[in-house]
Structures are given as C-alpha cells and as structure tokens.
C-alpha cells in the first residue's frame, strides 16, 4: 500500500494559503432564516469546537444575516448527521461540519444510501495531524523503545481510542502492520476520554489529535513519540515522522464544511465566500497554529477531486482492516 | 493563602454593578430555560457562548456562571410542578416532588429543593476550592472497572426504588438498559438492535425522547384518565409566612438529605464518566437507606426532594473539576464550556491551575456568588411556578402537552423522536394501568450506556477475566459493596424463609 | 383489568422474544480473551425481561397482583373517550407539525383542547391559541436560536417575516 502525499494531496501545492482563492461572486442570495449548522460529531469533541469556534467568528465579526445554529448529530459515527442532511427540507439553510467519518460511514454503511458526492463542497478549513503518545512514567522516550516494548509485552500493551473503523484505529492499524505489533485495542466514545484515561495510565498509549493532548503535554505528562504527518510539526519539532521511518504513508482527520445534496448554486457561492472570510481571518489562522492543524486549503472542484480519492484511499484501508 | 486572596478577588469582581446584573439577568434566563421540559444548561450556555465575546473574558465567565447555576435550580421546577424531569439529573427529583406537589405541598417542595441546591453548590465549591488538584488525581484512578463498579453501585439503589412488583421492576430496568443499547455497539462499531431496520434507530433512544414521553405524554394521559379529566388543584396561596413555614420545614425534614446528596454527589460528579444522574440517584438511595421512615421516601418525603436536588448541584459543580483540570469535559454543558476557554485563548488541562489562576479562582468566586444569586431568585420566583399550579387543568394539561413536544424537539431537532416521543407515552399510559414502575426504565436508559462499554473494556484489559473488578485496589471495595447491596433483599428474604420453617420444629 | 394484564404481558413478551431475535445479529456469546460479544448485553437482558414476563404471568395465575384481582374494565367509556381524545389530538398535532409547521400545530391543538375538550370560552380559547405559539416561537427561535420545523413551503412568507422581526 502507498499512501504518500502525492497521492492523499495530491491536488495541492505547497503554497496553498497564497493560493487561497478570493471569491468576487455578487452577492445576490442571502440567508433568510437560521442556518442548520450540523456537526458530525457529539458536543465537546475536535469537530464540535471547530463549529463552535467558527461560529464565534462569525458571530463576533457579523457575517452572516442570520445566525449559524449548531446541531450535534454524532450518533453513529456520523450516520446521524449524513442522514439528516442527506433529507434536509432546506437544502439552502444547511451545512455540515466533517470529519473522516464523512468518508468511512457511507462505506461501512452502505444501507444508508448516502453518495458523498452528491453533497456540495464549501470549504476545506484544514486538517488535523495524529501523533502517537505514551505517558512520561512508561519510560518510554522513542519510537524504537515503543516497538520494543510492545513486542516485549507480546500482545499485552494496551492501546485505547475511539473504534474500530474509526481514524486513530487505522492509524493503529497501519502501523501495527508495519512494525508487526500485536496491540490490545480498548474502544472509547470520545477522543477527551482516550486521553483521559492514558492520563491515569488506564492505558497505555493512544493515537490522538494534538488539540486533545496538548494540555498534557504542555504538563509534561504526555510523550510525543511519532507524528503522522508529512513533514516534522512546527509545534513538535523532535518528534520523527513515520514517513522519516521509511514508510510512505501519512494521515490526517479533515475539518471541512460541506453543504447539502440540491443546494442552489447562489447558496453554495455565498457559503463559499463566507467561509473564505473565516478561513482568512486572523482568528482562525491563529487556531490552526495553536491546536497543530495544518492549512490546505482547495476549491470546490479540488474538493470533490479529494472526496474520490479519499474514498478509494478509505476503501483501501478499510478493506485491510478487514472491515 | 494566595488562594484565598484571589478567591476573593473573584467574588469582589462579580460584585461589580455590571458583572451583578449580568449574574442576576443570567440566573433569571437559566432559571427558566432549565424549567423548560427538554432545555437544560446546555442550550443556555451554547446560545450565549457567542455573546460572550463582545464582553470581556471575565464578565462572560460570570454570565456563563450565572446561566448554568439558574438551569441547575430549574432543572426541579419542571419535576416539581410538571412532573417531567426536564433533564436526567433531575429524575430523582420526581420521586418525591411530585407527590409533594399533588399533596397540595408544591411550594414546600420548591424551597427544599432550592434550599438543598444552594447547600449542595456550597459545599462543592468549598471542596473544590480547597482539593482541587488533589481530586483530579483521585479522577484519574478511576479507569473503567471503576466506572463500572459505581455504575453498580448506582444500579444497587434501584432496589427498593420501584413499586411492590418484583418481576414489572425488574423488567423495566432491563426495559431501560436494552433501550440504551440501540444504535451502535461502542466497542465493535457494528450497528446494533435496528430495529425494523429503520434508519433512524441508528442514532440511538436518547434519555428525553423517554423521559418525556414517559412523564410528558403518558403520566399525564394517566391523570386525566384516573381523575377523570377532573384534577382539582389543592395549592393553597402563597405567603410569606407560609414560606417561611416551609423554609423551617425544609430545613428540619431535609438537612440529612441535603448533607448525604452534597457530599455523594461531589465525588460522583468529579468522575467524568459518571456525572451527576448517577450522583443524585445514589444520594436519594443513600437518602432512603440511613432514613429513619424509609416508608416515607416515594410519597412525599422532604429529605426524598433534598438530597437528590443537593446531589446535582454538587455534582454539576464538581463536574467542573475534570474540565478545569484534565480539560476533559464530564457533561454536554462543561464540553460547550471547554471550547469557550479555547476560543478565549486558554488551554485547559493540568497546567491551567498553574498558568491561568485569575481565570481559574475568578470562575469559582463567580459560582459562589451565582450560587448565591441562584438560591434567592428561585425563591422570589416560587410564587409564580405555583400560580402556574392553579391553572384550570384543562389549560394546564395541553400546555404540557406543547411544552413536551416542542421541548422535546428542540433537545433532539429530529421529527421521528416525536413519534417515538408519542409512541412511549401510549405505551406508558398502558404499562402504568398494569403497575409497571417507568422510572427505573428511565433511569436505566442513563446508566446503561455508561454501565456497558466500561464493563466490556475492563473485560478486554483483563482479556476476558472478571476478576479485574475485585483485584483493583479501587474497584474492588466499590464492587463488593454494590453486590451486597444487590443481594441484601434477597439474603433478608432467605434468612426468613428458614427462621419460617424453624418455628414449628423448636 | 384481568385480561388486560395478560395481554400487556403477553405483548411485552413479544417485544422481548423480538429484541432477543435482533440482539443475535451481532454475537451473544462470551469470546475468549475479549468479554461479552457486542449483541450479549441486550440478548440477556431481553432474555431477563422474558423471564419477568413470564413470572408477571404466572402472578397472574395465582391472583397475587392487584390488576389480576380486579374486574373493572381496563378502559371505561369515558378512559376510551379521554384516550382517543387527547392521545388522538396528540398524534394529530405532531402529525400536523411537518404540514403547517410547529408554531400552527400548536396553535391548532390548543385551541382544539381548549375549545373542544376543555369546553372554554370562545375568546379565551382563541386568545391562548394565538398568544402561545408566538410567544413560543420568539422564545425558541429568537431566545434559544432553535429553529423547529417550519412545515411544507407554502408557509415560508409568515415565516420570512417573522425572521426579519427577530435578526
């Protein structure tokens, strides 16, 4: 399997954020009443305090006519969500805030009926980056002496996250692959309790996103051991990325908005150049820096250009998780 | 003693003419928007999240403060006068309220439960001020055989909590937990329980969508049915001197309630698995338990009101503990809070107590003064809720009837939870004819989720090995304890059985 | 009463075989090593709610419980009347909520509750339709920023500028 930058973004230069297109549509179509924020995911996760961030901005700065109402829908692993906004009755008053689950769900749930291109491409506000971390008393301070360690214990390190099929488990999955490690996997409902309990040393490492570790790094209790980005993060410039390992692969959890199937194009347009302002915005760019995402930004061609791939790379993964 | 100096700083700051109107304006909104069937701290917190950026970080806390500790109080309101647990905490607050309220004694019953709620918030605010950090490792011992021991515990105090009928109870709690596991198995990720394979049962039975059906559309069906449509409303005026009756009752009848609820329910609501349902649930059978007229407890026991009202307020503040401190947020309201603090720049988590102690003291000087707020203004508003009381029943009964359903979508946004809404109530109108106690159903509904997931990934730590649950230095005394308190009835009614068959042979 | 407990049972019973049968979807078994299969938590509690049916039954029999001993009528005449009645109007209102949107349902049910089965005044009954449902949606919608069905387009005008009156 490959899975290197080329392939995963592949669309993308290097310079994306200059790239950033500024959108001059006129501005004919305007919300007439609230705005259906849907969120892929249950209250306090990384997609929800993306929405609510966004949300803020918009607010605090007066966007929009009418405001963006946040809607949890994470039941399911976001089948709820792509449901509801598969049969919205407004599909012009309707967005939806993604995560992986945007492309993992429909595939593991086919019953659903729900064909992710049909949706409409607003804006792609970044992605997120997995790193692996221990705790500071498993004495564990590389890479190395975590494969050691997990094929000392022979099938007895315990490994938490949110699921099987979900994003940390096909990190995990890959890289038991790769290095041969027989991992004990304990399933949480939420990336805060994966942490949590690696905190209490419950487990013993996970794969999270660097907005849910950071209050524990930042208190020396975590130890981050290996990024699975594409290159080095500027937050975490010692940690070594899997790829310096030798192995073509890196992952990342999208933070993008989409609107729903059957939006009008004067809708999508106004969507677009919305969030394009919050994208630009000194707030927003000030969060991607702070919480470790890493820009990459695209059109609304390029994004369903990245929708098929990522689906055909999940088909992929999936398939070799043996789902 | 630094502390303490800022502490007080934060409490001077609340005391500023425009941080007091925000606390007074903010309590009186939560008030009501935690009286409302469905709404809860949550909605008031998330609405204004966004406000509080046009005012300064330290005002907006204070207004959050406000909002949360006024829902917390009018989470009792709804189970009082209403009967309709407005939130799962307040459940337990139905037990004896709601008798209290048809006793014509609906006023007592507020001013306990206002009163236990101020307790409850001042001692877990105490506590938290003085073991924060110290707490939060207790917190982290607690992995999931923990969890799921307390989840047992939890379960041990159904005992006794339904009606006379041993099989109709233990039906509804299973009744309950099957409920909870529709939608999707949390450790497999498979979908589960589909039923009719109806897409919409993917998303899973949430606690309002039976609770209000339950209490909402079935109890009330029941009403109209058994009283003929005829309810005479026996709430007699309010006066201050009747109030002041009541206060002095409260507090004789219900301070060993509110004692038991502010102390369980504080070290409940720290664990950010368990949260307050599970706290106020145990403080009313705790309540029970160590009563010395347990017979009381269902038809109107003061310290039945007390301690679970006390429970919730301690365990929602102390639910605040592993947010502040872990940045791992123990209920929807404290996750909206979490991404506030984000987005005002802060990082929550362990270093929080260190780098950021303004914000941190700041935020607990506003609960006391919130808390403080809170407890007066319920009580100047109990008039009111109990003019609603004296409402013809024929305008109150279809008011319910709109507050539920709308209540109730505005909590889940889904249509086909209205129907399902619908669905329970008929059932429970039919199932309360025949004697089966719905609230253990509606309680297990709560537990069950949080019971199953840990019990199967303590299984997978030990691989497969039940002894984990009495090997653990923690979960170990929890577990015997729970199973003693299950099987007590049983052992007692065993124990009698031979003492029986005794006498005539001696 | 009496039959009617059996039947209640008979029905829960029902449920539970049902629940049980859709529980072994997933595995109920104990897998070696990893616990419960993710179908056992609810095939064994159905399997218990079985039990408890069957033990409701057996009650039944021996004339233990207070509804087995009782001869009245599950529903009198007047139950029947005040179930189809209110519990009609119920399942009318939230069927009526994806046509004339929440805000007319309410309006509709209250004033039939009011005027019909309440038997109050004309302007009274009108007066609380009217006053409710808007005070309701300035609460919901301008208050709590929770937008509630809206029903088929054709009340999308009303609406249009009941939303210019709150943003």
């Not at chain 2, 719905?438 to 199967?456: C, F, K, M, W, Y």
């Amino acid at each position: 399997m490959k899975f290197s930058k080329r392939t995963l973004f592949g669309f993308v230069g290097a310079t994306v954020l200059a790239a950033a297109p500024i959108q001059a549509f006129a501005q004919d179509w305007e919300p007439r009443k609230p705005i259906d924020f849907v969120i892929m995911a249950g209250a306090g996760g990384g997609a929800d305090q993306i929405a609510r961030f966004i949300q803020a901005v918009a607010e605090q700065q007066d966007l929009t006519t009418r405001p963006l109402v946040p809607n949890n829908k994470g039941g399911g692993s976001g089948a709820e969500a792509l449901i509801h906004v598969n049969t919205a009755s407004d599909p012009d008053h309707t967005i939806l805030v993604t995560l992986n689950s945007f492309f993992t769900t429909p595939l593991r749930q086919e019953n659903l009926g729900i064909d992710i291109q049909t949706f409409t491409p607003v804006a792609m506000m970044g992605v997120d980056p997995f790193v692996l971390w221990v705790h500071k008393d498993s004495g564990i301070t590389t890479f190395e002496e975590y494969v050691a360690k997990v094929q000392e214990m022979d099938g007895e390190f315990v490994m938490g996250g949110t699921g099987a099929g979900q994003e940390d488990s096909i990190v995990i999955a890959y890289m038991s692959g790769a290095y041969d490690l027989d991992i004990k996997y304990i399933p949480y409902d939420g990336g805060g309790a994966v942490a949590k309990d690696l905190a209490g040393q419950q487990i013993m490492a996970t794969v999270n996103n660097p907005a849910e570790a950071k209050g524990f790094y930042e208190a020396g209790d975590f130890v981050p051991l290996l990024a699975f980005s594409d290159e080095r993060m500027p937050a975490y410039p010692d940690v070594p990325t899997i790829k310096e390992m030798g192995h073509d692969f890196s992952y990342y959890n999208q933070r993008a908005v989409v609107g729903a199937p059957g939006m009008s194009d004067e809708a999508a347009a106004y969507y677009q150049d919305l969030f394009t302002t919050i994208y630009e915005s000194d707030e927003w760019q000030g969060y991607l820096t702070s919480e470790s995402l890493s820009p990459l930004w695209m059109d609304a061609d390029a994004q369903r250009d990245y929708w098929a791939l990522q689906v055909e790379n999940h088909q992929n993964l999936l398939a070799a998780l043996g789902e | 003693m630094d502390v303490l100096l800022l502490l007080a700083d934060g409490m001077l700051v609340s005391l500023q003419p425009l941080n007091l109107m925000m606390i007074i304006i903010g309590v009186t909104l939560g008030l009501f928007i935690g009286a409302m069937p469905g709404l809860g701290s949550v909605n008031g917190v998330a609405i204004l999240l966004p406000v509080t950026f046009l005012v300064p970080p330290s005002s907006a806390i204070i207004f959050l403060a406000a909002i949360y500790y006024g829902a917390m109080y009018g989470g009792a309101v709804s189970s009082i006068t209403l009967g309709i647990p407005g939130a799962s905490t307040a459940v337990a607050t139905t037990f004896d309220g709601r008798p209290l309220a048809k006793q014509g004694r609906a006023s007592l019953a507020l001013v306990t439960a206002a009163l236990a709620s101020f307790v409850g918030g001042t001692v877990a605010n105490i506590l938290f001020t003085l073991f924060a950090p110290l707490l939060a490792s207790v917190a982290l011992s607690f992995g999931p055989p923990e969890v799921f021991a307390l989840m047992l515990l939890a379960f041990a105090t159904f005992v006794g909590l339904g009606g006379d009928d041993i099989p109709k109870t233990i039906f509804s709690i299973c009744f309950g937990l099957v409920l909870g596991a529709i939608g999707f198995d949390q450790i497999s990720g498979a979908p589960r329980l589909v039923l009719f394979d109806y897409n919409g049962f993917l998303q899973g039975i949430g606690f309002l969508v039976l609770a209000i059906g339950v209490y909402g559309i079935g109890e009330m069906l029941w009403t109209i049915d058994q009283t003929r449509g005829d309810v005479t409303a026996t709430t007699p005026q309010m006066t201050i001197k009747g109030m002041a009756a009541d206060t002095k009752e409260a507090a004789r009848r219900g301070w060993k309630g509110t004692a038991i609820g502010s102390f369980l329910g504080f070290f409940v609501g720290i664990l950010p698995a368990a949260g307050a349902t599970p706290g106020s649930l145990m403080a009313y059978g705790v309540a029970k338990m160590v009563s010395r007229n347990p017979e009381e407890f269902g038809k109107g026991a003061v310290g039945g009101v007390a301690a679970p009202e006390a429970a919730n307020n301690s365990a929602s503040t102390g639910s605040m503990l592993p947010m502040l401190t872990l940045g791992i947020p123990g209920s929807p309201t404290t996750a909206i809070l979490l991404g506030g603090m984000v987005i005002w720049g802060l990082v929550p988590g362990p270093r929080l107590f260190v780098d950021e102690q303004q914000f941190v003291w700041g935020l607990i000087g506003s609960f006391y003064i919130s808390n403080l707020a809170a407890v007066l203004i319920n009580l100047a508003f109990i008039p009111v809720f109990i003019w609603m009381l004296r409402m013809p029943f024929t305008i109150l009964a279809p008011v319910i009837f709109v507050l539920s359903i709308t209540g109730g979508y505005a909590a889940t946004r889904d249509m086909f939870d209205i129907w399902l809404m619908v669905g329970f109530g008929i059932g429970a109108f039919f199932m309360r004819k025949f004697d089966y106690p719905l609230a253990p159903a509606v309680l297990a509904i709560v537990l069950g989720p949080i019971a199953e997931p840990t019990l199967r990934q303590s299984l997978l730590l030990s691989s497969g090995d039940p002894s984990i649950f009495f090997t653990r230095p923690v979960a170990g005394p929890i577990t015997v304890v729970a199973l003693i308190l299950i099987f007590l009835p049983a052992l007692k009614f065993l124990r009698r059985r031979p003492a029986k068959g005794k006498r005539p042979a001696s | 009463m009496r039959v009617g407990e059996l039947i209640t049972a008979g029905f829960l019973a029902l449920l539970s075989l049902y629940l049980m049968w859709k529980s072994t979807e997933l595995p109920i078994g104990y897998i070696s090593g990893t616990g419960p299969g993710g179908g056992a938590w609810p095939f064994w509690l159905s399997a218990i709610m079985l039990i408890c049916c069957a033990c409701t039954a057996f009650n039944w029999w021996r004339g233990t419980t207070p509804a087995s001993k009782s001869d009245e009528p599950v529903l009198d005449s007047h139950g029947w009347k005040s179930l189809i009645f209110v519990g009609g109007g119920i399942v009318g209102f939230v069927a009526l909520v994806s046509i004339i949107s929440m805000y007319g349902a309410v309006a509709v049910f209250l004033f039939y509750y009011l005027w019909f089965l309440g038997r109050h005044g004309l302007v009274l009954s009108v007066t609380i339709s009217l006053v409710f449902p808007i005070a309701l949606f300035f609460f919901f919608e301008g208050a709590m920023q929770i937008t509630m069905p809206s029903g088929l387009p054709f009340t999308d005008p009303v609406f249009d500028v009941l939303y210019d009156i709150i943003y």
